[in-house]
């Protein structure tokens, strides 16, 4: 194996220029933005980042972190890189769709770059689509595009859309509404309209989409959800029996029975009483009933129905759903289709989050340690689905504490399977193990059969260096295998007779050494293991959340100390605030609102995204205690305290060193959220948003305690307005969380949450009536998309329920307004939804002007240049800069240009230093050949974009 470096042609010139660049560059940005990071990190899951031309000539390669398509001549023994064409912001699929023309998905740029490769490659059309586009198949006759994306985004209501089927409002606040779209464009003929004009958006009743595959006759295209849930869901705390008396059923506060108290154990090893908690339920298909871990039924507690469709299939002719497919599993990462039989081959993980307790397991007899999601092929024949555990070697009743525990079972192991490839006569499944650097072989009979033994199938398993394999392109004709590898960022040609890696290419590369440094402690599960199947991505999925929620308490843990400063906490004030607000347990078991109490019950998964400045972490903020030391409001050393979970939850040897622990802070701290989908473009707010935004922002407090004449008696402030808990200050980096925690009439003192992502959580609705909340019983809602909604543990259906919980009731001077309560609390969601963020939402945004588009596309240009002269503030980005870093690539002359928007000049700029008009930039398009395509870069990342990718 030898290493191969990229060519870079213009080397010398590229020296030559570098002292002007960095003038150029400081001119641009001026003293406040020059502190912008020069790269944003984003961490977006790749899904189909390599193709193959049809004449097998050509490797076309998502560059994810340099914005780019990297084309390679696969003739020789070696890649050999001849083009490389920027694209848009975060590229994770590329899909061939004949010799000359390719299609690249663009996930943060909600954009499709279709690639002409004749001449010198280049941009042609840019296809705008909804919300995080993951994946793009061609398929049916005529031919379509498909590609999937959230049910969200600003484009789906756009106007020049208001005539294709299954566009608009994506009803963020209505029950049962499918959250999967699939955007489906005729290949021939794209439209006139500036973003391209879809036949059709159609939409699925699952969460957000992921991977797609098509059949062997390409008439069926297959649609799967990403992060399709399991059938879990918690039960509101107030229905579950007080007391930790499993046995004894009660009457809940909705009038039914009850089956009883929480299985316990009711303290810690110390013997302190643990906080009254929610519990999570899984739905049993066989018994019809929502069961906990005794099998007790929770029927009276669920008034909703989670059917879990997982797979679509669509007929690709007439555009019609045909079949859907439950049980696949958990979390669904790609999919494809064995070329002889049919059959189709999902690489999944199914979590096991109904199951309780990181930790040893020995005070309460049970632990979740190293068994957090099974590694997974799903075969789905027919109308048959059947799993299948790729690591059914482990023995998980044993932990590497235990005598008998086996040290040789990660030998055998693949965890986080991403994309797969199957021989051309079906009998040879590949997988690449993303968080195993292996690639999983598989005789797909045995795989079907579930005869194959990992211990003897793992002798076939290619090792592969370099880190995270995520693409797999299967050249059979020459004998080889090529393989991204993301956490090297390079291409891998395999030889498929001896295993063994013949070249590695590593493409270009912007992110920075603490990125590449520190991206394995997320993902490593055979360095971070014993077992060899879990690591943190197993929940944090590409460092975000699994939507699910856990109960991660740790019963043969201690009580600690919560130094966080907490508001409405003195003794006085939760004595006042338990009689107000109806809490009849102690708050945190003791009712002292300075400790954690080690078994917190339920929690949804929190991202790993935005946490820079957000102080302690985890739900409760309890990791603001730890073994590197305390503090309430340092953001690095929470970060670090999640040491222990290497021991404690994945199943590893021993907690991370601080060393360690600091390389991955420095890899994970810095990724940001994405742009907010829902706001518009402008960065302006809708009616009910604005109205929202100033109740929200407004002097009357919506939270705390009407204390009247007695408020002398009471030290402290006893009632805050929605900033003054949930701050908003972007130069502060504060998007909802000012690090603060507070009693909110709960039964845990809980950390006030950052609100950047409440759109990601839509999709649960369907609640029984409990006395915190004054809205009223749902009734049975029906089928929903998810089984997690809003707050700590996920049992809250909607932010309007939120919003009638008694700390917000309407009083003279405290509370939601008493006139119209519920118009404020509407128009409050609907803020929530487009809440701010770090970044402005038209970053990533992009259009291509071509010669015979100006008309449809000028209004589009106009506002990606007024955006990048609008003021913005980002403690992320330096502080004081512009929304977007406005970047346009053209092919001039045979030779691409990269050119920078300077806003003062109203000129674009290039690495030389010499300026375009805005005017004179248009009038290039007007040569065909010559298309000129606009990104709206993340501030800070604009010359390095445009010059060096």
Known sequence: MHELPMPHRRRPLARLLLPMLGLVTALLSGPAAAQAPSFAQFESGPVRPMAMSPDRSRLYVANTPNNTLDVFNIAGAAPQLVARVPVGLEPVA?????????????????????????????????????????????????????????????????????????????????????????????????????????????????????????SPDRSTVYVAAFKSGNQTTTVLQPLVCQGFVSWLPCIGQNGKIMPGGNPGPKTNFEGKKAPEVGLIVKFNKATGKWEDELRRNWNNAVQFRLPDQDVFAVNANTLSQTATHSGVGTVLFNMVTNPVSGKVYVSNTEAINEARFEGPGTYAGHTVQGKLAQTRITVISGSTVSPRHLNKHIDYSKLPSNPG????????????????????????????AFSSSRIGVFDTAELESDSFNPRTASSRYIEVGGGGPSGLVLDEARGRLYVTTRFDNAVKVVDLASRATL???????????????????????????????????????????????????????????NPITKNLSSALEVALGKLLFGVTSPVNGSDNANEFHPMKGPMTTQTLRGMRNSGAMHWRGDRATGIFGNSGTDSNLSFKNFAVAFEGLLGGTAPLTEAEMQTFANFQ?????????????????????????????????????????????????????????????????????????????????????????????????????????????????GNQVRGFGFVHDGAVDTLFRFFTAKVFDPQLTVGFPLVNPDGTRRDVVDFMMAFDSDLAPVVGQQVTLTATNAAAVSGRINLLLQRAQTPFTSKELGGATTECSLVVRVVEGGVSRGLVYNPAANAFVASDGSQRSEVAVRSLATVPGQEVTYTCAPPGSGSRIAFDS
């Open 405 to 432: 525990f086996d040290w040789t079972m990660k030998q055998h192991s693949l965890a986080m399977p991403l994309e797969m490839a199957i021989t051309g006569d079906g009998r040879t499944l590949y997988v690449a």
């Open 503 to 561: 070249v590695s290419v590593a493409m270009k590369n912007p992110e920075p050494a603490s990125v590449t440094a520190g991206r394995p402690f997320l993902y490593d599960a055979r360095r971070f293991s014993a077992n060899g199947e879990a690591s943190c991505a197993s929940c944090h999925t590409f460092g975000d959340m699994d939507d699910l929620a856990w109960d991660l308490g740790n019963p043969d843990d201690r009580v600690t100390n």
């Open 669 to 781: 701290m810095p990724v940001m959220l994405p742009p907010n989908p829902i706001r518009k473009l402008d960065n302006s707010l809708t009616a009910s948003q604005q109205r929202g935004h100033n109740f929200y922002t407004g002097s009357r407090p919506s939270d705390g305690i009407d204390v009247g004449p007695l408020g002398g008696l009471i030290p402290g402030q006893t009632a805050f307005t929605c900033e003054g808990c949930h701050r908003l200050d972007p130069a502060a980096g504060f998007f909802g969380t000012g690090g603060r925690s507070s009693f909110e009439g709960i039964t845990q003192i809980v950390k006030i949450p950052q609100l950047r992502n409440m759109y990601q959580k839509v999709g649960m609705f369907g609640s029984p009536k409990v006395d915190f909340f004054r809205a009223a019983d749902t009734g049975f809602v």
């Open 94 to 214: 590329v899909a061939a769709r004949n010799g000359n023309e390719v299609w690249v998905v663009n996930h943060l740029s909600d954009s499709v770059s279709v690639v002409d490769l004749s001449g010198t490659p280049r941009v042609v059309r840019t296809l705008l689509v909804g919300d995080e586009p993951r994946d793009i198949v061609f398929a049916g006759n005529p031919e379509r595009a498909f590609i999937t994306t959230a049910h969200r985004g600003q484009h789906r209501t756009d106007p020049s859309l208001s005539g294709v089927p299954g566009a608009g409002d994506p009803q963020l606040t209505t029950p049962s509404v499918g959250r999967a779209d699939v955007w489906v464009f005729n290949t021939n003929n794209l439209g006139t309209a500036f973003g391209g004009l879809p036949q059709r958006i159609m939409s699925f009743f699952s969460d957000t989409p992921r991977a797609l595959a098509v």
